[in-house]
Structure formats: C-alpha cells, structure tokens
C-alpha cells in the first residue's frame, strides 16, 4: 500500500495527482477483504457554499458505528468532542459611520433586511458581539473625539451628539434585533491634549496621573452617556492598535503604560463610581516587540493590575501574543478583535479564503470569540485615511444594490452553526483546513475548507463514528453537523 506522507497533503497548495492515481491502481489491485456489515447511527448535514452556489444545503451523510478501510483514496478527518479547548462566547463585528452613511442611501426595507441578515439569531449571522469606537475610529467620515476642550480634566464639555447622528442609530438598529448582543468600546485616539503632540492623528500618550486620571473619566463618561441612552457598554479596551503611528486616528502606549491606566486610573475609576464594566487589555496588533512579555506581562504581573483584568485583545499580527498569554493563562478570556481587511476592496472569493485560514489561526492561539471589522462599506471601500477594504456586506450607493460578498458565507459558515458556550474541539487530519466545535446541546460542528482548484474526497470520523465518504468541492466552505 502507499503511504500518504503528511507534506503532500494540503489542500491550499496544487496536488501531486500522479502519485494519488498510482496509489489508486494499488488500492484497486488489492486482495479482496470481507466488508463489515455497517449500522447506520447519525446523519451529517452538509451546507456548502462555492463563488457560484453560495449557502447550499447538499445531501445528507450517513454515519455508521465504525471506523472503515478506505477503498479509495481519500482524506479522513477525525474529530474528538470530547478533547475540549476553550470556549466560544461568540461571534460580532465594528459599527462605524461609513457604514451607516453607506445604508441611508437604501429604503427602509432594504436597510432591515441587511441588518437581519447580520444581527438575526435564525437566519442571519447571529452576531452576539458589537464593537464602537470611542470617538472616530479609521471609518468615522471625520476625525473627533468625546471632549477636545484642552485642559478640561473634569469632563465638563465631554459629549455624544456626534454619535447620536450616525454611531448610536446603528447601534440601536442592531439592538432591536438581537437585544441580548454584547457591546465593547475602544478609542482609536484619546483626545488630542491628552496626547505629546496635541492632534488625532499619531503621537503618545501622556502618561502623568493628570492626564491618566481624566482619560479614566472620559471612559467613565463614555460608558455612563451611552447608558443613558438605553446602550449597555459591557467592556472597554484602552487603545486600539497602541504601536502604530498612522495618518487618521491613533495613539502610540507600552505595555507599561497600559499597566499604569488600568491598574491605577481606569480600574480605580469604574470601581469608584460602580461601573460594572470589564476592562480588556487591548487591542493588540503585533508580537515583535516581546509579544506578552512587553504588552501583556507588565499588568499580569502586577497583584494591583491583575485583579481589573478580565480579558486580552489581539488582531492582525499578535496571534503569537495571544497564544503565549493563553498558554500562561488558559482561563483568562481572550479576543480576536479585528479581522485582516484587505489591501484594496476587491471582496473576492482569494480574500474569503484568507479569511478562513485567518479564523483557524485564531482558534488555535486561543481565541474564544471573532470579530469582523467593518460589516458594512460602500462601493468604494475607501475610509478616512483612504485605504480602500474589504466588507461582508456592500452597498452600491449609485444602484442601491446590497451585495453580500464571499466573506460574508465564509463567516457564516462559522458563526451560523457555532453557538456561544460551544468549545473548540481536538481534530487530526492530513486534510489541514478543518476546525471543529461541540456546541453546548452535543452537537458536533465540523468546518473545512478546499482552496485547490480540484475536488476531493474526504471522510469524517466524529467520536468514532465514521461517515460516508463526501466530495468537498474545489474552492469551497463546507460545515458539516452531526447532532449529539
């Protein structure tokens, strides 16, 4: 028999097909074997989604009680829900006022229909988590913040009205819809004087008691305004993206900094004013500095840091900063804050597939919940800094066409079948675009991917229990479930 070494298996990469079909005639040429007689005990249910046929349920799969020979050769993925990893609490994305701008140009029915497809808990992607910025984030139409009278220490002229135009609307929509969505904040950028170069855009934090004193009040301010208008901030997070100087909104910390704001000025400030709202390290968006030992280690280390800390966000390139905290802490809950957005707005079916290896990568460093950035943007994509990026959703604001691009299936696939409190689950398989989860009722939710430009066939083994052999599309999402 031929021996399928582990190298020559992936199916992202084009497929010796020689050496499988050589393998084939030596399958064929085997002495014949008695065949067990199987039992059937389950059924997988398949949906599939191609660029072509997007979301399609195909024919259900029988399970048998045992594990088979193959008679041809095939990949067998084999799933243990009893290996359990970390907990998924769920699945969310950014509201931010281009995409809002994006959805006025609809009619009423077109924008309810776009955002159930986002927020509705049967038919849409279910998203429990929403994330907003504190003042403007990249996709603000302008740049701001909640209070930019210099020296005001107080508070005193700190506002929402700008957000009652575009942010709080979005918000509220989405809430009608799922009531019970979680929603957590971050700055993009403290206010200007709270910074050494007086402006938005760049430059560092001032990390005086002052300064550190009013910025916990401006988050104070912030979570306590939004309360009043029937918005319930569940966590904060002091600064996206801390080590990148950019040309819109954003502010330069350490981890040591981060440490001294939540340890000794925000922690403090909420617990003083009986604000029960988490407090997240993040959102961290690189490694290369030390990864936990320079971002995270320096308020996990300290008895007075630690006991505010609930959490610890990371995206784009601080998965290795994510897994070592995971590794050091496996209880402390950990958040993939932001998904990769493209370098142009092409929304082709190369990027949804990107987006899938992105969310295995999260998974395995730890991740319990997964955040889309912007789930809306308009035909150009374009933000405040003029990047142009992708979405899930588009709006065409010259045809009032919504068009639901590949990522959008790709997350489904994900956030559709994997309920909160599921875990992630121990799987083994030369085949390596898989992840799987059991959901809090037993049920086994498998997702596998086919990047290749050829179909193939693939087997599950869930628990022991073997399925029929399927042939998973070339360039496909398939989710796979099989109830307890």
Known sequence: MCHFRRHLFIPSLLLNIGFIASCQA?????P???VPTLRRVGTLHWKSSTEQRPWTDKSDVPVSDQMTVPTSPRFVVMVDSKRREQVIDGWGGCFNERGQKAMESLSSEQRNELMHSLFDSKTGLKLNFGRTPIGASDY????YSLNETPGDYSMKNF????????????IKAALAIRPDMKLWAVPWSPPSWMKDNNSLVSGNIKDDPKTLDALALYFARYIQAYKGQGINISMVMPQNEPNMATNYTSCLWTGEQFAKFVGYHLGPQLKKEKIKTDIFLGTFNESNRGGYAYWVGPSMQDPTVRQYVSGVGCQ???DTTMAETHFLFPDVKLMQTEAECGN?????????EYQYGLAKKWFGAGASSNMIWNLVLDETGKSTGGWAQCSPIVVDTRTKKVIYTPYY???????YFVQPGAHVIDTQSVWQDRVAFVNPNGEVVVVLGNSADRDFDVALNIDGKQSATVTVPAHSFNTFTLAK
Do not use: M
């Open 409 to 415: 299936y790709c997350y489904k696939h994900f956030s």
């Open 26 to 30: 030596q399958v064929n040429t085997a």
């Open 159 to 170: 506002s929402i009205e700008r957000d009652k135009e575009r942010l709080i609307p979005y």
């Open 32 to 34: 014949n074997r008695a």
């Open 140 to 143: 603000a139409t302008t740049l």
């Open 316 to 318: 784009w390139a601080a």
């Open 344 to 352: 142009t707005n092409s929304n082709d079916w190369g990027f949804a």
